[in-house]
């Protein structure tokens, strides 16, 4: 009875499974049609919806920023070409039309320039997981462990100077990655990306009496670098820096 018990509840999990994909691809191919049919207000809520039920994609996120810039909805089409972009950064299409969003916006911020050696570093650092570097500092910490214990105890004096040899290089290696793994997560932390969804003035300090820095307009993409209250630290991408009203932006994260 137990087997048919199991078995049942896993019938009842797969059907229910394949229910909710059917009504996603539905919603999907809904959004689309609407989409198609030049009626984007209806496919914003056909892929808002999709969202809503916990189904995210680089194509649901993508085709909606494509609505909002139907509907001349300049923060939202970024957002969400942006929302796009976490999932896949170079896509073509992507690049393409995040550039035309980005010529709706107000504001022109020119890039601060990274150094080209601490850019590829920090890409390739980024590029692996944080779970593997972890995963590795602990593994060559192990291997250095085993090779200093057969040092140790070994009475070869070859095996013993070749042991000694490859713990210290399992040790090195190993602090290299903890190292690594710490400032993949220093990297992460410090990318937390938003978008101006509201007119707003910059401030010299978290207050109402805080001097006027800049002001900044729809669809603006921000780093968020401190928040205090109400307000948020946001850094430019040209390293400007000041506070506003945290209600004014929409994290991506």
């Given amino acids: 009875m137990e087997w048919r018990k199991r078995f049942m509840i896993s019938l009842l999990f797969l059907c229910s499974f394949s229910l909710a994909l059917a009504q996603g691809m539905n919603s999907f191919e809904a959004a689309n049609k609407a989409y198609n049919q030049g009626d984007y207000s209806q496919a914003v809520n056909e892929y808002q919806n999709i969202i809503e039920a916990g189904e995210e ?64 570093f920090n890409e390739f650092i980024l590029s692996v997981e944080l779970s593997i570097w972890t995963y590795l500092s602990i593994v060559l910490m192990l291997l250095f462990v085993t090779f200093y214990l057969i040092f140790l105890l070994w009475n070869s004096t070859n095996i013993k100077r070749l042991a000694f040899i490859l713990s210290i290089i399992s040790l090195l290696f190993s602090l290299s990655s903890y190292g690594l793994a710490s400032r993949h997560q220093s990297l992460e932390a410090k990318d937390r990306p938003a978008i101006i969804f509201s007119n707003t003035v910059v401030k010299a300090e978290p207050n109402d009496r805080g001097a006027v820095l800049f002001e900044l307009h729809l669809g603006t993409k921000v780093q968020i670098v ?9 850094q430019l991408a040209d390293g400007q ?13």
């Fill in 241 to 253: 820096e000041g506070w506003l009203l945290e209600d004014s932006i929409k994290p991506l994260k």
């Fill in 57 to 120: 994609s680089f194509e649901v996120y993508f085709n909606l920023g494509n609505s909002y810039y139907k509907l001349n909805d300049v923060a939202n089409s970024i957002y969400y070409y942006e929302k796009a972009a976490l999932i896949d950064e170079n896509h073509p299409a992507l690049q393409v039309n995040l550039s035309y969003a980005r010529g709706m916006t107000i504001d022109s911020i020119n890039q601060k320039s990274e150094s080209g050696i601490s850019k590829v």
């Fill in 226 to 234: 401190d928040q205090m209250g109400n307000w948020a630290q946001v």
